[in-house]
């Protein structure tokens, strides 16, 4: 069993009155039991002003997580708060751990945090939560598919920070009070916990039937479509007319990998000065894809069918990660979304809700889970 400790505050003014405000929710005196950890989303102004830090080092366990474009728990949701799910137990065990920087290369640093992580873990992990940094130029898919390779295919669950304003501005990890640009944090979880999740994308009559194949490719560059040009190739099909990057982000290329787990959405980041698209992920060559569209109605039917699934079953806690593209497509009702979550679930199931730069989440193929990236996707996981 896992006992959940939810807080949160909107005062970014008064810093000890913000961490003061969180350690009363959560009284750690009286209600930790012998394993806790922390899992925090807050926007930048919580890592900027020193409330993370203050707070970090007064609590008597490990703190992860990312600052985001909006977040939520039961009691609230907005983009100007921090909010902490403390999770603690007696037969359920937490390690925390903290990569060195990824800049250069992603594989040693990820070899060496899992390993000493796992070290300190009670037992054999039956979860990864995963908070990757933020990248351009490298796909997220690498850093799954390794995690997946060391952990011998634990079911992998986590995003990557999302501080968005006009553009990226600083997308960070937070770990035990301090934030980082580069590193990677995991905590592994075994004993008494049997995660489930759901995963909700567009509909497939929001799609083109028409599937068309990837025939160049390089990491998250895509060069070619049907041999053809990839900017060409979605100009032809209406798209794109007026080089708007923002308009084509609900536009999203879906791979269809033919494993028999649902497709995977990628964003379109942009398009390089040889006319081949910059997407959020990875997109293979060989692959097939379609063009899908997403809407307001899309956005709030996918919520609903992700909290019709968790109030199924009872849980301990459930984490919700919902891609900050979907954020954009609500337009000036952005808070829908989160509002949804928090009138469906009220105080029935404690929940901390998240919002993006990508989602990592397992999928289901053929009775076995796949671990893999998405964008523009909602993804839960319950325990």
């Known amino acids: 069993m896992i006992k959940t400790l939810i807080a949160h505050t909107f005062e970014v003014d008064e810093v000890e009155e913000a961490i003061s405000e969180i350690i009363d929710s959560i009284n750690p005196r009286r209600n930790l039991l012998k394993n806790s950890i922390g899992i925090m989303a807050c926007s930048l102004d919580f890592i900027e002003n020193g409330t993370v830090r203050g707070l970090c080092s007064r609590l008597p366990f490990d703190v992860v997580g990312i600052d985001s474009l909006g977040c939520a728990v039961s009691g609230d949701g907005g983009a100007n708060m921090l909010a ?24 040693e640093p990820l070899a060496e945090v899992y390993s000493k992580t796992s070290a300190r873990l009670s037992g054999k992990p039956a979860l990864i939560l995963a908070f ?69 994308a567009i509909s497939t009559n929001k799609t083109i039937k028409m599937r068309a194949i990837v025939t160049a490719s390089e990491g998250n560059i895509l060069k070619k479509i049907n041999d053809e040009l990839s900017v060409s190739f979605i100009r032809s099909l209406g798209l794109f007319k007026d080089d708007n990057t923002m308009a084509l982000r609900a536009t999203p290329i879906v791979l269809h990998f033919d494993d028999g787990a649902p497709p995977a959405l990628r964003v379109i980041g942009g398009v390089t000065p040889e006319g081949y698209l910059f997407l959020g992920g990875t997109a293979p060559v060989g692959c097939a894809i379609t063009i899908g569209a997403v809407g307001y109605d899309d956005i709030m039917e996918t919520a609903s069918i992700a909290t019709a699934d968790v109030t199924r079953n009872r849980s301990d806690f459930l984490l919700v990660i919902s891609c900050m593209t979907r954020n954009f497509v609500m337009g000036l009702d952005n808070m829908d979304e989160i509002n949804h979550f928090r009138a469906t679930l009220g105080g029935d199931i404690p929940f901390l809700f ?27 996981c319950a325990f």
């Open 84 to 107: 902490l799910a403390v999770l603690t137990s007696d037969d359920a065990f937490f390690s925390a751990g903290l990569s060195e920087s990824m800049r250069r290369d992603y594989e």
């Open 354 to 380: 998240m919002y993006t730069a990508g989602e990592l989440c397992p999928v289901e193929a053929k009775g076995a889970f796949i671990n893999r990236y998405h964008n523009l996707t909602l993804v839960t």
């Open 132 to 200: 990757a940094p933020f990248v351009l130029r490298r796909s997220v898919d690498y850093f799954v598919k390794y995690l997946d390779l060391l952990s011998g295919g634990v079911p992998l669950f986590g995003g990557m920070p999302s501080d968005f304003t006009t553009e990226f501005r600083k997308p960070l990890v937070i770990y035990n009070g301090e934030a980082y640009a580069d590193s990677l944090a995991i905590v592994l979880v075994s004993g008494n916990v049997s995660p489930k999740f759901t995963l909700s």
